[in-house]
């Protein structure tokens, strides 16, 4: 006899459940970093959203964009994932989604120059810095 009910059981289950559900976002989510969607990849996300195809939960998060303060590069980025609305649009269309959106690596960014001061070196191999 054993002492996990079976509501013990279906717990357990549950929890197993949310794990691998966590871990396959994590590792959806590894393979999108450093990348970013590019201009054409917002583009077709758009054209999606305003279709027939899309849910409604992506149709009103494209409604929402259009009248601002919530962009599509904040969207397909996780920037705004803390927003209900972009979880569920998002949830609901993922396998389209991931068809649309191929990403660019995104770029380093370039290299600053110090500025240099007058004092800071000397000017010509003869003039002495001090």
């Known amino acids: ?3 996990r009910t079976a509501d013990v059981l279906a717990a357990e289950d549950g929890l197993t459940a949310a794990v691998a559900s966590v871990e396959k976002a ?3 989510a590894a ?3 450093g990348r970013e969607p590019s201009t054409e990849d917002i583009r077709r996300v758009v054209q999606f959203a305003k279709s027939t195809e899309a849910s409604n939960a992506m149709r009103s998060l494209a409604d929402r964009i259009a009248r601002g303060g919530l962009s599509w590069r904040q969207v397909l980025t996780g920037e705004a994932s803390h927003d209900p609305l972009v979880r569920k649009a998002l949830e609901e ?3 389209r989604l991931d068809e649309l959106i191929h ?3 995104v770029r380093p960014p370039q290299p600053r120059k110090p500025l240099r001061r ?4 000397p000017q ?3 003039e002495d810095a001090w």
Do not use: A, K, V
């Open 26 to 28: 994590m590792r959806e």
């Open 124 to 126: 010509s191999f003869t």
């Open 31 to 33: 393979q999108l970093r």
């Open 103 to 105: 990403g660019e690596p």
């Open 93 to 95: 269309n993922r396998s």
């Open 1 to 3: 006899m054993t002492w």
């Open 118 to 121: 007058d004092d800071d070196e």
